[in-house]
């Protein structure tokens, strides 16, 4: 009896919860935006299934029910705001808030068993469960699962490949602070400024951290360096190698665009065709570079990124995305949206050697916390396709092996990518 009347009173509240909800401000300024009616406690969630590898597909489908255009979604009490708009989009970046790169040669890609991609992979399948999972984004209860175990484990093996790359780097810097200064020993100027010219030329972004100094003056603490390197490691190196993965890929696919491509490369390089590119060659790499975009539009890298907004944001329409709420962009709705991208299900990478609305294509996300790795990443991903291409004719894999994607935080395929690679003689 008294369960009965517990359970009595637990439904009223959650009746009285949305009833409240319903008739607040902040639900009068969402409901301008297109979206279902959520249900009291699980909001829309149910409609995504319980499948994470499925939810971003049937988000997708809600956005075409829901006419193409930016609208809300609410999973549990939290509310979301997926712009798909390049207006809309333009506004998320005004939203405000309170090269080589680690210096040392490293060939993990060689080996795909290596523990540090494994480690990465894994926490991208967790955080992906847990973001579409209600219960498992409270702290505690996830701290109680063997999926946090795993996940500490696998950040464990990330931060010990972190300190590895970091005492190796240091003996490399010491080396060459070492010799700066031995050869400049009688020349009187300013020794620090010799050193700072010198790693201009030969230095990397590691060697800034692990020269960098915290407020009081003294080193910055190997850890908190461990922590930058981590999260760059983690951004940097599964985005641009899936982003490269799936060029190659899309041009296995269609022979002609990689003949363009092989052709634009035969126009830089001419006889030359062996060569590591340099900047300027990399500059001159404008059909690559729309290949590149056209790929990341048709299979999005990063699938959707998001805010909490901490004040209003008013979208260029008038209409106004209340405080509180998460504003996300969602991208595999953003690069199909045909008012942009005329027949977005073709692959058609000239759309992109045209002038476009400034925020129509952003998968580098805008505004001040954006990827601060993206020229990197341009650098990175046009170099290794140049130096592929080159050498190799990419052909689809087997037969039976067509990639089944799905929209985790990165677009991933379930059963692995296959190309074949044939050698062209050169
Ligand atoms: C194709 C390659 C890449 C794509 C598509 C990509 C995309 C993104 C996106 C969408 C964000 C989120 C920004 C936001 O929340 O507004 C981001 C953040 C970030 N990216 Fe990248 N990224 C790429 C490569 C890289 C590389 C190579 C590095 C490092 C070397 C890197 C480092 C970071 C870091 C550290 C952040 C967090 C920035 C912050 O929160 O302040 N990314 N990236």
Redesign the pocket.
């Known amino acids: 009896m008294f369960i009965t009347i517990l359970l009595f009173f637990a439904v009223c509240l959650v009746f009285l919860y949305d009833y409240k909800r319903k008739r607040s401000d902040r639900w009068k300024k969402l409901s301008e935006f297109p979206g279902d009616t959520p249900l009291p406690l699980f909001g829309n969630g149910l409609q995504l299934g319980f499948d994470a590898d499925e939810s971003s597909h049937k988000q997708l489908t809600l956005w075409e029910k829901h006419g193409k255009q930016t609208f809300r979604f609410s999973v549990g009490s939290e509310d979301w705001v997926l712009l798909t708009d390049p207006d809309d989009i333009g506004v ?2 005004l939203i405000k808030y309170k090269s080589s ?1 680690m210096g040392i040669e490293s060939n993990k890609l060689l080996n795909p068993d290596d523990p540090y991609l494994e480690a990465s992979e894994k926490v991208i399948r967790i955080i992906t469960y847990n973001f579409f999972s209600y219960w498992r984004n409270i702290d505690f209860l996830f701290s109680l699962t063997p999926q946090y175990t795993e996940m500490m484990e696998t950040i464990k093996t990330i931060k010990q490949t972190s300190s590895e790359i970091i005492e190796t780097r240091r003996e490399i810097l010491t080396k060459i602070i070492k010799k700066t200064q031995s050869n400049n020993k009688n020349v009187d100027i300013d020794l620090e400024k010799i050193i700072e010219n010198k790693l201009n030329n030969v230095g990397c ?1 590691l060697d800034k951290l692990l020269l960098s100094k915290s407020a009081d003056g003294k080193p910055t603490p190997d850890d908190v360096i461990n922590e ?1 390197l981590s ?7 599964y ?2 190698t ?2 490269i993965s799936h060029t190659l890929y899309c041009l296995a696919k269609y022979p002609k665009i990689q003949d363009r491509v092989f052709e634009e490369q035969q126009s830089i390089f001419n006889e030359n065709l062996q060569k590591k590119p340099t900047n300027n060659e990399l500059n001159q790499m404008k059909y690559l570079e729309a290949v ?1 975009k056209e790929s ?1 539009r048709v299979i ?3 699938t959707k ?3 909490q907004l901490k004040n209003d944001l008013t979208l260029k329409d008038g209409r106004v995305v209340p405080a509180g709420i998460s504003v996300i ?1 969602f ?1 595999e709705a953003a690069f199909k949206n045909p008012k942009v991208f005329p027949e977005p299900e073709k692959y058609i990478p000239e759309r992109f050697l045209n002038p476009m609305h400034a925020y129509a294509f ?13 020229r ?3 650098v ?2 046009k170099a290794t396709l140049s130096n592929i291409l080159r050498r190799y004719e990419v052909l689809p894999g087997e037969p039976g092996t067509e990639p089944q994607f799905v929209g985790r935080i ?1 677009t991933e395929s379930k059963n692995g990518l296959r190309v074949k690679l044939k050698k062209r003689i050169l």
């Not at 999260?231 to 190196?237: I, K, Q, V, Y």
């Not at 952003?362 to 993206?374: E, K, L, W, Y």
């Open positions: 998320y970046s790169l972004l930058e999260l760059l490691c983690f951004t940097g190196h985005t641009t899936m982003t590149i990341i999005p890298t990063v990124i998001g805010r962009i991208y952003v998968p580098f996300s805008a505004g001040r916390r954006n990827c601060i790795g993206f990197f990443a341009w990175a991903m990165i």
